[in-house]
């Protein structure tokens, strides 16, 4: 199961930490969800998802003030007694004492952000779906082609990194060579990035290690890119029938979302970075609306009926 440190969670939205008296090390996030405990404040604590990061707004912010006292004790005790990852204030709020000394007893950090409270909502969990959705490693070439995400597979040695080489000089993007790792960030998309230790390398039998952000500047390179396309490249096989036409699309998975797949035979001569971006582009015109094949079978329709209309004539 993915986890993401609650440290990372701070330092990525630059929140500020109210509570520095807590020790941070330990706490993780397991869930990108997050929840705004106005009706707990109230005293209902059926189906609390306590496990979720709470987000304090100002709704909830005027109410808790307008408590009293001994409400205030029993809630905050009540509320923050629970396995709490965060609480995190929105608006640049300030939580009264009461409310800071319990959370302290209790070990549960308090922070503070200075951006509206749907927007913070919209960005956190945004970013939280990214980090802590189902990840894959598989091999291959991940390039950013005309803006469309083609994965390159194939046997070790057919030249994935050779093709993506070329793909790089022609002025396209490399996000991750040889492992490619793919997050399902929703039921549609799926996002591939580059193991830390191999971002911008790229290895080339027979000469070594490429370092293509240094070789071709930081404009050759990408952090992370949807996967459009996938593109499998094996040795040309005589015996075996390749699709010429294109008319039905085939789909290869990958944790559940069905992708557009190419199987491209190779043979000595063939460019492969322009059947890449061949595919590329007639992938893109397939999704606005214009496919080549179709468009073929139509006027071939067309003419056939021309001609027996003529022979009936």
């Known amino acids: 199961m993915a986890v993401v440190k609650l440290s990372r969670v701070i330092e990525k939205m630059k929140l500020e930490n109210l509570t520095p ?13 997050i929840n705004r405990p106005g009706i707990q404040m109230t005293g209902y604590f059926e189906h609390f998802e306590a496990t979720r990061i709470q987000i304090i707004g100002f709704v909830e ?30 608006r640049e709020l300030q939580p009264d004492e009461c409310f800071r000394q319990q959370a302290i007893q209790c070990r549960v950090p308090l922070l503070m952000t200075k951006k509206g409270t749907s927007v913070f909502m919209a960005e956190i969990i945004r970013w939280l779906n990214v980090k802590l959705a189902p990840c894959i490693s598989v091999h291959g070439v991940l390039v950013d082609v005309y803006g469309e995400g083609v994965l390159i597979t194939g046997e070790s040695g057919i030249g994935k990194s050779e093709a993506a080489l070329e793909l790089i000089k022609r002025g396209h993007r490399l996000v991750t060579d040889d492992v490619v790792e793919l997050r399902k960030v929703s039921d549609d998309t799926l996002v591939g990035s580059a193991p830390d230790i191999t971002k911008h390398f ?11 952000k240094a070789m071709f500047g930081v404009s050759s390179v990408k952090d992370t890119q949807s996967v459009d396309l996938v593109i499998k490249l094996e040795e040309w096989d005589k015996d075996k029938e390749y699709d010429r036409l294109g008319l039905e699309e085939e789909y290869t998975e990958y944790l ?4 557009v797949y190419h199987n491209i035979p190779i043979r000595p001569g063939r460019n492969l970075a322009l059947i890449c971006e061949s595919a590329a582009i007639n992938h893109r015109q397939k999704k606005m609306g214009y496919n080549a094949a179709q468009e073929l079978y139509t006027r071939v329709q067309n003419s056939l009926a021309r001609k027996r209309e003529e022979a009936e004539e």
Do not use: W
């Open 21 to 33: 008296e807590i020790d941070l090390k330990g706490i993780k996030i397991t869930q990108p969800d």
């Open 61 to 90: 912010y005027t109410y808790m003030q307008g408590l009293s006292e001994d409400k205030k004790q029993e809630l905050y005790s009540k509320f923050l007694s629970h396995d709490i990852p965060a609480v995190i204030f929105c």
């Open 202 to 212: 790229i290895e080339l039998r027979g000469i070594g290690i490429v370092d293509v």
């Open 256 to 259: 559940g979302n069905k992708i």
